[in-house]
């Protein structure tokens, strides 16, 4: 069988090593440490790296080391771990380092709770560290797309070097579901004009984030933001469902995305019509997407596990043209489909709470 | 016996444009050996120069110049 | 015949270096940085290693290290250097790595990198210029400050009672017992500075050899920041700084340690072998023709810890999985739920599954009376509930509900043990759904169970609580 029952979490690194990533750099944080129990038992197995680091801090900037070698290589970790990640995701953006960052989120702000949140999405989608940068973000919504996107978040982090970020949730971590296991796509990008190996070819290579002349580091802001544009315009991922038609279009990704697949269906039982458009790539966000929907669609409503963060973005695409509403819980609660079905039913009948 | 020529004796000089002028290299020589220009260089610094002799190429003086290119000792 | 010159071990010219003067270094006059990168680019240089070598700087004063050493670069955040270095050994172990740091970002913002990377042994040279203060940010209060010492952050002096007490790393890091070689040197005299020389060169060869973790601490001055000349500030760090720094070994397992004992080889990483790798991954339950599902399965499962719950909704899913359909699985999570209540969702489906959490379940099992108690009302119309008649004493009296009683537990104590409990419920559950066929179900358990002494045991199990449900009708 070619299949394997597993955690979303797992599935990370099932990808991950499908891609060819070659060492693994973690700090344990609930909900996200299966991915380091399953990063310590396999990489050392195919020869590569594993360290339990002494802080999120060291981990992500072990990841700058390996990195800058132009070799693959992840860390993974949970809110208050990626706050603390942010320096090292920094310096890997501005020094173009192509590696990955998993974001299992769960509840905050500060030690919050391990339940299920989405309010790390300012901190991903809009740079999180300090300097112009951006995050390719990747929100996955079950098991074969933790395993999936995650090999395509070294692709494109190969491609653009840039970090990638899967931005996942603790229920899309925690949950089993069926994975096909896929095929190795080791992709030998070629780093060998910058990376610095520690072999007599890359001598006089220099990995390093700092200009210190202005007009030097304006040009280098510049060339990060053409090379962001080029992101925007080429590696915006989503999903429609039931969307062409729909009157109200709901907004939604990662888990809640499922449960609103559920709640679109009860809806068009009843003869509402309700359409899903879910970002993949929460950045770059799929905004002009959701700008044409603005022709066929009444109102846009964004489902999040936040008290309101990914709706600025939708508000930004739909320009005023439409109304945008927003339905949240946050702290771990997580709206059930009657729930979301009775807003469906206020919005498209004009009333109110 | 040849005559000497200059590479038989030791000597050492240093590069007036490197130097930062900090006299380190005047403490370090056990000869005495190293004096202090009163010109400037073009870093408005007072460079060392050799006095032109004694020097025994011990290299001290090298190491104790933090500038990697300053000074150049040669022993026979 | 010997000539003291620039060292090939340096770039011949400083291109990186903004300004004019391409071939001096940026340090002020007397800064003991200079020294310290004459040493190691010479010895990197004579001893064959430059080619493989990488050097990490860090933020201070030395930030633009790699303006300087021909070899690899790399430019580290603040304190970080270690696990930069650790990550490069770590990736390529032939190498030589050196960590360069000053004392700000090695004692104070990077003292966990420092510690932890020396306590794991990597196979690095940690090069440590211990200069009492902050440089580059204007003079302020380093952790191996002096007593008494004037900083932009002291103005009055550091006190002990307010500001501690200088850190002695090398003393510290002594203590550790994966460190090959620690030494604390100075750039002072002549004598001083011959000895640094020495150290460097040891701590590289230690490396190269495979030995392990070197620790090399150099006292050197800070002209500028000590706000005095630079020959009277070598005075005043051999006077005073060497009382609070002792020089010394204080740690050199160098010959205790066979050649390359400390170089991690692991097996080389072979991208080809990725896919035998990932085979091994994939489930061992054995290809089976899909299985048609009656109805989509939208379960509960729920009873204490212990029971083996979440046992019983993964055979479920495995089951299904198996079938070829569409599965989830998810736990209550978490820390919360260990030795407490237990409870899993899960959907087996013909189609793509929405939610994985089970909210409105059509299936409820209950180990326990809390969970009857909890669950029982959000069972739909016409759902099923499973209860182990054991354990549990209530019983509803709705007639919203197909109530399924079986004494779980007490069939599983005549199987052999209380712990098959949950595989009774399991063939309860296939009785009671007829979601998948027997044979099948028996099939996959032979295939799920790891421990081939337990799946007869497990087999009687799933047998009597399927035959009880059948029979009871």
């Known amino acids: 069988m070619a299949r394997q029952f597993m955690k979303g979490n797992d599935a990370i690194v099932v990808g991950a090593l499908a891609a060819g990533c070659r060492a693994y750099y973690g700090y344990p944080i609930t909900p996200a440490s299966e991915i380091a ?75 919050g709770n391990i339940a299920p949140e989405q309010a790390d999405y300012f901190q991903i989608t809009k740079g999180g560290g300090h300097g112009n940068y951006r995050l390719i973000a990747l929100a ?54 910058w990376a610095v190996t520690g072999t007599p070819d890359t001598v006089g290579h220099l990995v390093s984030s700092i200009t210190l002349e202005p007009e030097e580091l304006e040009k280098h802001n510049l060339k990060l933001d053409a090379k962001y544009k080029r992101i925007m315009a080429d590696e915006v991922l989503f999903e429609k469902y039931a969307v062409d038609d729909a009157d109200l279009v709901v907004v939604a990704y990662g888990v809640v995305s499922r449960i609103v697949y559920s709640a679109v269906d009860q809806a068009r039982a009843e003869g509402l019509k309700v359409g899903l458009l879910r970002p993949i790539t929460v950045w770059p966000f799929p905004s002009e997407v959701i700008g044409g929907l603005c022709g066929s669609a009444k109102a846009f409503l964004a489902v999040e596990l936040s008290t309101g963060q990914m709706v600025e973005d939708v508000r930004l695409a739909v320009e005023g043209r439409r109304p945008v509403h927003f339905y949240g819980r946050c702290g771990g609660m997580v709206p059930g489909g009657d729930e979301l079905l009775a807003e469906f039913r206020r919005l498209l009948s004009g009333g109110s709470r | 016996m040849a005559e000497k ?38 870093s408005s610094y007072h460079p060392a120069f050799y006095t032109g002799a004694e020097c025994t190429g011990c290299g001290l003086c090298f190491y104790a110049c933090p500038e990697p290119g300053a000074i150049r000792v040669y022993k026979p | 015949m010997k000539t003291y010159e620039k060292s090939a071990g340096f770039f011949p ?29 010479e010895a990197l240089n004579d001893l064959g290693l430059i080619d493989r070598s990488v050097f990490v700087s860090p933020v201070g004063c030395s930030v633009f290290g790699y303006y300087y050493f021909n070899c690899g670069n790399f430019q580290a955040a603040h304190g970080r250097a270690p696990a930069v270095a650790t990550a490069v050994k770590r990736t390529n172990p032939q190498a030589i790595v050196i960590s360069y740091q000053g004392d700000g970002d090695l004692a104070a913002i990077g003292t ?38 004037r900083s932009t952050t002291t103005p009055h002096g550091r006190i002990e009672a307010l500001h501690g007490n200088p850190i002695r790393m090398a003393e510290m890091l002594a203590t550790l017992p994966a460190p090959t070689y620690i030494e604390r040197v100075a750039i002072g005299d002549s004598k001083h500075i011959m000895k640094a ?7 590289l060869t230690i490396q190269a050899e495979g030995r392990g973790y070197s620790f090399v601490e150099i006292v050197s001055a800070c002209p500028t920041g000590w706000k005095m000349d630079p020959v009277h500030s070598r005075d005043w760090l051999i006077e005073e700084m060497l009382k609070v720094f002792p020089l010394g070994v204080f740690k050199d397992e160098s010959e205790n340690r066979d050649e390359n004992s400390w170089l991690r080889r692991c097996d080389a990483y072979d991208p080809a072998k990725v896919d035998e790798y990932l085979d091994r991954l994939k489930s061992t339950l054995g290809d089976a023709a899909p299985v048609a599902l009656t109805n989509d399965l939208h379960c509960k499962f729920a009873g204490f810890g212990g029971q083996g719950i979440l046992t019983l909704g993964l055979l479920l899913s495995q089951i299904g999985m198996r079938a070829g359909q569409h599965v989830s699985w998810f736990p209550a999570y978490g820390p919360e739920m260990r030795g407490g209540t237990a409870n899993c969702s899960v959907n087996v489906c013909g189609g793509r599954i929405g939610t994985p959490l089970v909210d409105t379940p059509n299936l409820l099992v209950v180990m326990n009376q809390p969970s009857l108690d909890a669950f029982a009302d959000q069972v739909i119309d016409g759902g099923t509930i499973i209860i182990d008649s054991t354990i549990v004493e209530g019983r509803l009296d709705s007639t919203r509900l197909r109530q399924v009683l079986i004494p779980a537990t007490a069939i599983a104590d005549e199987v052999g043990t209380a712990k098959v409990a949950n595989v009774v419920v399991l063939g309860a559950l296939v009785a009671a759904t007829d979601c998948f066929p027997r044979e099948f179900c028996e099939d996959t358990l032979r295939a799920a169970i790891k421990k081939r002494s337990l799946v007869d045991m497990n087999i009687d199990a799933f047998g009597r609580g399927y035959e009880f449900v059948k029979n009871a009708r």
């Open chain 2, 5 to 42: 020529t200059a590479l038989d004796v030791p000597f050492m000089e240093v590069n007036s444009e490197l130097c930062k002028g900090c006299q380190l290299c005047l403490a370090a020589c056990p000869k005495s050996v190293i004096a202090i220009s009163e010109k400037l260089n073009s």
């Open chain 1, 140 to 193: 996955p919504n079950g098991a074969q797309e933790m395993c999936d996107l995650t090999m395509l978040a070294f692709d494109l982090a190969d491609k653009y070097r840039n970090p990638a970020c899967i931005m996942a949730d603790g229920i899309t971590g925690q949950m089993m579901e069926v994975v096909e296991i896929p095929t190795a796509k080791v992709e030998q990008w070629d780093h060998s004009s």
């Open chain 1, 37 to 111: 129990h399953a990063a310590a038992l396999h990489f050392p197995a195919l020869g590569g790296v594993f360290i339990q680091a002494e802080s999120e801090v060291a981990a992500m900037n072990m990841v700058y080391g390996t990195a800058g070698m132009g070799v693959r290589t992840m860390t993974a970790s949970s809110s208050p771990g990626f706050s603390l990640k942010q320096e090292g995701l920094s310096y890997c953006a501005g020094a173009e380092l192509p590696c990955v960052v998993v974001n299992i989120v769960r509840g905050g702000p500060g030690l």
């Open chain 3, 13 to 41: 010219v400083f291109e990186r270096k903004s300004g004019p003067a391409k071939d001096a270094t940026h340090y002020c006059p007397g800064c003991g940085h200079g020294n310290v990168h004459k040493m190691i680019a």
């Open chain 3, 112 to 149: 966990a990198e420092t510690i932890h990377t020396a306590n794991r042994g990597e196979n690095i040279c940690v090069f440590f210029v211990n200069n009492a203060i902050y440089g580059m940010t204007g003079g302020q209060m380093a952790p191996t400050t002096m007593i008494g010492q």
């Open chain 3, 197 to 203: 020389r020495k150290a460097i060169r040891k701590a």
